[in-house]
């Protein structure tokens, strides 16, 4: 019996916008006791940024490490996050915002009805 595995790809946003986290040389992204990410938004390659990041994690006791990119992340207050506990809940999209959340669902919808 022959059984079809699912064919699965990461596809990663193309986009400048994004913020810069600070990578520890164990792998691990400095965070507060809370889970909140030490970052700073910017735009890819912004050297300004980037040594923001690294004067701020050296002053925070993590001296070694490297500025690392995400790119299409974006910072959101406790509220917003909050808000968006709750839209998913509801079995909304999370976040309003989303353009390729609402693009696929669109086209679930086409493809199946609602």
């Known amino acids: ?10 596809v990663k946003k193309k986009t400048n916008d994004g913020i810069y986290v600070w990578r ?8 507060d006791n809370s889970g909140n990410i030490m970052n700073i938004p910017s735009r890819a390659g912004d050297i300004e940024a980037m040594a923001k990041i690294t004067r701020a994690a050296a002053h925070y006791g993590y001296p070694d490490g490297r500025p690392e990119f995400q790119p299409g992340v974006r910072r959101i207050s406790d509220e917003e996050y909050s808000v968006q506990k709750d839209r998913m809940k509801q079995g909304y999209i999370p976040s309003e915002t989303d353009l390729g959340a609402w693009y696929d ?5 086409n493809k199946h009805g609602e």
């Open 24 to 31: 520890l040389p164990n792998g691990e992204i400095v965070s």
């Open 105 to 109: 669902a669109a086209k679930g919808i």
């Open 1 to 10: 019996m022959t059984t079809n595995k699912p064919r699965l790809s990461v």
